[in-house]
């Protein structure tokens, strides 16, 4: 079983629509990131998370550290949104661990 | 540009040859990362180092090593090559030692024929 589970593994969507990406994992962690990686193969860290809620724009991430869960939302789609998310956890004294990666198309 | 500059962007050799991948932390970052990103096998983390020293090290192949040098630059050095090598190598860096204000640099792809 894989430390890091990530679903849906693919997802299409229209412009304009509300996304959630989810992140489970199984082990203790100092912290979460989610990462994004366009088609061109570039990664950006757009959050870092050990609790709570962030949100940056229309991107929110929420984590529950309790459930081991996390999750990616984007409001109000667009193309550009197009990308591979990947969740990334620290587990305790360890660096990261990635999950396998929600490969999202967003269609105009 | 997110700071970090990774060279070459890209890289074809053939099978038991050796490469050496460069990376250039963002301004002020002590510690760099690198990982490494094939098709069958995700992201994966390979090693650690801070301010010239090793912190940490993951999936490395014992065929690869890294150093970071005085002037805080980072090369990963991959030798014997095999096919299986083939995949993007991602450089990251942050301030400290811990994961925080982490920003990768756009990877070089490697390609061995």
């Known amino acids: 079983k894989n430390e890091v589970e990530q679903s849906p593994q693919n997802l299409t969507a229209q412009e304009g629509e509300f996304i959630t990406i989810n992140c489970s994992y199984s082990?203790?962690?100092?912290?979460l990131h989610w990462l994004q990686q366009h088609p061109g193969g570039g990664i950006v860290s757009l959050f870092m998370l050990s609790s709570g809620k962030k949100k940056h724009g229309r991107l929110i991430a929420t984590i529950n550290i309790q459930e081991k869960h996390s999750s990616l939302h984007i409001t109000a789609s667009h193309p550009r949104d197009s990308a591979v998310y990947i969740c990334a956890v620290i587990p305790y004294g360890q660096n990261f661990v990635f999950g396998p990666g929600t490969r999202l198309s967003v269609l105009p | 540009d997110s700071g970090v500059t990774q060279t070459p962007k890209h890289l074809i050799t053939a099978t038991g040859q050796r490469v050496t991948l460069r990376c250039s932390p963002r301004?002020?970052?002590?510690?760099v990362y690198w990982y490494q990103q094939s098709l069958d096998q995700g992201l994966q983390f390979l090693i650690q180092y801070y301010n010239g020293e090793e912190r940490a090290k993951g999936n490395i192949l014992e065929r690869f090593s890294a150093q970071q040098f005085p002037d805080l630059h980072s090369e990963l050095n991959l030798s014997s090559l095999e096919l299986g090598d083939s995949a993007l190598y991602f450089c990251?860096?942050?301030?400290?030692?811990?994961?925080?204000?982490?920003?990768f640099g756009s990877g070089t792809r490697l390609t061995v024929v």
């Open positions: 990251a860096s942050s301030i400290r030692e811990g994961l925080y204000g982490y920003t």
């Open positions: 082990v203790g962690i100092s912290a």
């Open positions: 301004s002020g970052d002590l510690s």
